[in-house]
């Protein structure tokens, strides 16, 4: 019964939650077409291959269940999808993608999925409401999130948004703490000396904005991407990552990482270590060969390539993983308890959240 009741308070956070990294349609919209988030993708499975025998015979064979948002959580991976099919891998994976994390989170909780890339405040959700079942073994995406202006040159730092309206998505989440959290730390107060006009989806903030002469407008990436592939005169005018970054705090503005089920993690410790290298090595491999990487990209059903191509270097893609994540995650999630203790499960993880090899 607690475990029905936990579930239930879970799906119920989680359909409040923005998907830390937003999901991108599969087409770049024109301005006027309906959203393409709104249709959750089917699942993307990538065949179980077996490695060569000589690389495994230590290790028991497994196929590790992955999951993974259509966006920049689920970029940094596509090599590693690739180099599975070919079966280059230690591990064999069945790869599913989704719209969003509610669609992804019960199979984890059921153990019908063992690793997720998904937003970390989640990851702390999870570990409060689950009596510690999961555990963050890397941060993958740092932040994502863009202001961006249309027709004019008036936002040039933290300060010139007082007194003024923007339009963004993720009302209650992440988006919302951080731009709060940036705010305050400029003396500025989000509702009353600035003002955010809250959308559904990220699309229908670039629609709205390509009918208007001017405006502000906080997006994702890799929406930033498409909307500035739509709008001759938007500019990126603040990198919230770089903002965060800024304030020299110890903390970092981080988006995604990858939670793995504790039972996995203590039955599979050979395999899950694998798949971290292995993973870590994509990583590399897409923020280095860029053009690449976009075109497996669109093999994998996330986003266009010639999008992809574009958005790969501004998305904030990594690896991070042992006592550098710790400290990292820690101060980013305290930021995020201070403002909303709900938005991390109602306190703060203790140190079994942060997994650790050996």
């Not at 799906?11 to 087409?27: F, I, K, R, S, W």
């Not at 065949?47 to 940094?76: C, D, F, H, N, Y």
């Not at 574009?310 to 400290?327: H, L, S, W």
């Amino acid at each position: 019964m607690k475990k029905s009741i936990a579930l239930f308070m879970l799906l119920a956070l989680m359909a409040v939650m923005l998907l830390g990294c937003a999901q991108p349609p599969t087409e770049t919209p024109a301005a006027t077409e309906a959203p393409a988030a709104t249709q959750a993708p089917a699942a993307t499975q990538v065949p179980a291959t077996q490695a060569p025998a000589e690389e495994t015979a230590a290790e028991e064979a497994v196929t590790i269940r992955l999951g993974g948002l259509k966006g920049p959580t689920s970029m940094g991976m596509v090599k590693l999808l690739d180099d599975a099919e070919q079966g280059l891998t230690a591990n064999a994976y069945d790869f599913t993608m989704a719209g969003s994390a509610d669609e992804l989170t019960p199979r984890l909780l059921q153990g019908e999925l063992d690793i997720l890339a998904v937003p970390v405040n989640l990851g702390a959700i999870l570990y409060n409401n689950t009596e510690g079942a999961v555990q963050m073994a890397a941060i993958n995406t740092l932040g994502v999130i863009y202001v961006t202006e249309k027709g004019g040159e008036t936002i040039q730092s933290i300060e010139d948004l007082r007194g003024q309206t923007i339009m963004a998505t993720g009302k209650g989440s992440t988006p919302e703490y951080a731009l709060a959290y940036l705010l305050s730390q400029h003396g500025l107060t989000l509702g009353e000396d600035v003002q955010v006009d809250w959308k559904s989806e990220p699309t229908e903030v670039v629609a709205i904005l390509a009918e208007q002469e001017t405006g502000i407008a906080m997006l994702p990436q890799p929406f930033v991407t498409v909307a500035q592939g739509q709008i001759e005169d938007l500019r990126v005018a603040l990198d919230l990552t770089a903002e965060w970054g800024a304030l020299d705090n110890g903390s970092q503005f981080i988006t995604a990482g990858l939670i793995v089920r504790r039972e996995f993690a203590q039955a599979h410790p050979e395999a899950l270590a694998a798949f971290l290298e292995e993973y870590k090595a994509s990583t590399e491999y897409v923020n280095a060969n860029v053009a690449e990487a976009a075109q497996l990209v669109e093999k994998y059903d996330i986003v266009k390539a010639a999008v992809a191509e574009q958005a790969i270097p501004y998305c904030n893609i990594v690896y991070i993983d042992g006592e550098e994540m710790k400290a990292a995650l820690t101060g980013y999630l305290q930021t995020l308890y201070d403002q909303n203790p709900e938005a991390v499960g109602g306190a703060m993880p203790q140190d079994d959240f942060y997994y650790a090899a050996g």
